[in-house]
C-alpha cells in the first residue's frame, strides 16, 4: 500500500491520507495536518518533524512510546486449553486446529500472527461465540466447554475484534450499552425492573474514568458516537467487571497515541492485580511491548513460543509468515 501510495504521489496524484498510525505518516506523508476535538491544531513538513512532535499535537500532552512494565510474576493457571479445533465458517476445513496453550494469573500472553489464521475464530472459541469442535477449555478449574456466554462472563471479559458486531448494541444509548451484562444484578435492578438512576450513575463514573467522549454523555445513542470512542466504552465496561481472565482483541483499533498509552497502562494494570491477559494483536509494536509471552498462530496451529526479551521483530515476523515451521520441516525431511 505505501508503495502504491508513493508510485502515485510520484506520476502527480494527489493523496489525502487519514491516519492514527504515525510510523505510516512519517513513512509516505510530505505534509500532516493534525486535528485534535475538531480543531485544527497545525500543519508540519514530515521531513522536519518527528513522532514525538506529532503525538504532543495530537493529545496536547508528551506521550510515551514505550510500555513500562515491571517483570511478570506468572501464578496458577487460569485459562487452559488442550487440543481445541474450530471449524471454519467460510470453508470446510479446520480453522483451528488443535491448539493447546496456558494463560497464568499475573501475565500478558499475545496470540500474534497474521490476519486470518485462526485467531478470529479461537477466540470465538474461548468465549463462546462460536462451539469448539473438539478440544476441552479450562476456566479457573471449570470445565467451560459448553458453558454459555453467560457463564463463561462470571470470570471472563472480552474485548472483541468487531465491536459494532459483538460489542455494541449500536441504538442503545451510552448507559444501556456499559451494563449490557449486569443488567440483571442487584446492583442495577429491583424486582426485576431496572433502575434507571443506578445505571446513569455507573455509567458517569466509567465515562469519566475512562474519558469516553460523547455529546450527550450516558444518553448519547452509541451509533453517533466516533469509532474510538466505542471502543473506550467498551474497554472501560470490560475491565470494570473485575475478570479473572481478560480477552482483548485488538483493543487499541481505531485509536489515538494518547488513548493507545493509556490502554497498555490499564492492561498491564490488571495484570499487576493478578489477572490473566490474553491479548490477540495484528500490531508488531504492540505484540512485542506489551507481552510477557507470545504464542505465534499460522493456518490455524500455534507454530512457535517467544519471548519478547530474546526475539527480534524480525524472527517473529518470520515465524509469522510460516518460513520458521516450513525450515523446520526441511530440517526434520
Same mark, same amino acid.
Given at each position: 500500500?505505501?508503495?502504491?501510495?508513493?508510485?502515485?504521489?510520484?506520476?502527480?496524484? =494527489?493523496?489525502?491520507?487519514?491516519?492514527?498510525?504515525?510510523?505510516?505518516?512519517?513513512?509516505?506523508?510530505?505534509?500532516? *495536518?493534525?486535528?485534535?476535538?475538531?480543531?485544527?491544531?497545525?500543519?508540519?513538513?514530515?521531513?522536519?518533524?518527528?513522532?514525538?512532535?506529532? =503525538?504532543? #499535537?495530537?493529545?496536547?500532552?508528551?506521550?510515551?512510546? +514505550? +510500555?513500562?512494565?515491571? @517483570?511478570?510474576? $506468572?501464578?496458577?493457571?487460569?485459562? =487452559?486449553?488442550?487440543?481445541?479445533?474450530?471449524?471454519?465458517?467460510?470453508?470446510?476445513?479446520?480453522?483451528?486446529?488443535?491448539?493447546?496453550?496456558? +494463560?497464568?494469573?499475573? @501475565?500478558? /500472553?499475545?496470540? !500474534?500472527?497474521?490476519?486470518?489464521? %485462526?485467531?478470529?475464530?479461537?477466540?470465538?472459541?474461548?468465549?463462546?461465540?462460536?462451539?469448539?469442535? =473438539?478440544?476441552?477449555?479450562?476456566?479457573?478449574?471449570?470445565?467451560?466447554?459448553?458453558?454459555?456466554?453467560?457463564?463463561?462472563?462470571?470470570? #471472563?471479559?472480552?474485548?472483541?475484534?468487531?465491536?459494532?458486531?459483538?460489542?455494541?448494541? &449500536?441504538?442503545?444509548? &451510552?448507559?444501556?450499552?456499559?451494563?449490557?451484562?449486569?443488567?440483571?444484578?442487584?446492583?442495577?435492578?429491583? %424486582?426485576?425492573?431496572?433502575?434507571?438512576?443506578?445505571?446513569?450513575?455507573?455509567?458517569?463514573?466509567?465515562?469519566?474514568?475512562?474519558?469516553?467522549?460523547?455529546?450527550?454523555?450516558?444518553?448519547?445513542?452509541?451509533?453517533?458516537?466516533?469509532?474510538?470512542?466505542?471502543?473506550?466504552?467498551?474497554?472501560?465496561?470490560?475491565?470494570?467487571?473485575? $475478570?479473572?481472565?481478560? /480477552?482483548?482483541?485488538?483493543? *487499541?483499533? %481505531?485509536?489515538?497515541?494518547?488513548?493507545? @498509552?493509556?490502554?497498555?497502562?490499564?492492561?498491564? !494494570?490488571?495484570?499487576?492485580?493478578?489477572?490473566?491477559?490474553?491479548?490477540?494483536?495484528?500490531? &508488531?509494536?504492540?505484540?512485542?511491548?506489551?507481552?510477557?509471552?507470545?504464542?505465534?498462530?499460522?493456518?490455524? @496451529?500455534? /507454530?512457535?513460543?517467544?519471548?519478547?526479551?530474546?526475539?527480534? +521483530?524480525?524472527?517473529?515476523?518470520?515465524?509469522?509468515?510460516?518460513?520458521?515451521?516450513?525450515?523446520?520441516?526441511?530440517?526434520?525431511?
Amino acid at each position: 500500500l505505501m508503495e502504491i501510495m508513493r508510485s502515485l504521489a510520484a506520476e502527480g496524484k =494527489s493523496i489525502l491520507f487519514i491516519s492514527h498510525k504515525l510510523n505510516e505518516i512519517m513513512a509516505v506523508a510530505d505534509r500532516c *495536518t493534525v486535528l485534535r476535538k475538531g480543531r485544527c491544531i497545525g500543519t508540519v513538513d514530515v521531513k522536519n518533524t518527528t513522532k514525538e512532535e506529532l =503525538s504532543r #499535537m495530537m493529545v496536547g500532552r508528551d506521550v510515551d512510546f +514505550v +510500555v513500562h512494565k515491571d @517483570e511478570a510474576k $506468572p501464578k496458577e493457571i487460569v485459562l =487452559s486449553a488442550e487440543g481445541v479445533c474450530v471449524e471454519s465458517k467460510l470453508h470446510k476445513h479446520l480453522a483451528v486446529k488443535n491448539v493447546s496453550f496456558n +494463560v497464568r494469573a499475573g @501475565e500478558i /500472553v499475545c496470540i !500474534a500472527g497474521i490476519d486470518g489464521n %485462526g485467531q478470529t475464530e479461537l477466540v470465538y472459541g474461548l468465549t463462546g461465540l462460536d462451539k469448539p469442535s =473438539s478440544g476441552t477449555i479450562t476456566l479457573c478449574g471449570k470445565d467451560i466447554s459448553h458453558a454459555s456466554i453467560r457463564h463463561r462472563g462470571e470470570h #471472563m471479559s472480552h474485548i472483541p475484534e468487531d465491536r459494532h458486531k459483538h460489542g455494541l448494541v &449500536l441504538d442503545y444509548s &451510552l448507559e444501556n450499552n456499559m451494563v449490557l451484562q449486569r443488567y440483571w444484578q442487584p446492583e442495577f435492578q429491583k %424486582g426485576g425492573f431496572i433502575q434507571s438512576d443506578k445505571v446513569r450513575e455507573y455509567s458517569d463514573k466509567l465515562i469519566a474514568q475512562y474519558d469516553v467522549r460523547s455529546g450527550q454523555g450516558s444518553s448519547t445513542i452509541v451509533r453517533s458516537m466516533s469509532g474510538g470512542n466505542q471502543q473506550k466504552a467498551i474497554i472501560a465496561r470490560e475491565i470494570d467487571k473485575d $475478570p479473572k481472565l481478560l /480477552v482483548a482483541v485488538q483493543p *487499541t483499533r %481505531g485509536l489515538d497515541v494518547g488513548a493507545i @498509552e493509556y490502554i497498555h497502562r490499564q492492561i498491564v !494494570a490488571q495484570r499487576d492485580k493478578g489477572k490473566a491477559v490474553l491479548l490477540v494483536s495484528l500490531e &508488531l509494536d504492540e505484540v512485542m511491548n506489551l507481552s510477557d509471552r507470545i504464542l505465534v498462530m499460522y493456518e490455524g @496451529e500455534i /507454530v512457535g513460543e517467544l519471548d519478547p526479551k530474546k526475539t527480534t +521483530v524480525e524472527e517473529l515476523g518470520l515465524y509469522m509468515a510460516g518460513a520458521k515451521r516450513m525450515a523446520k520441516e526441511e530440517a526434520a525431511v
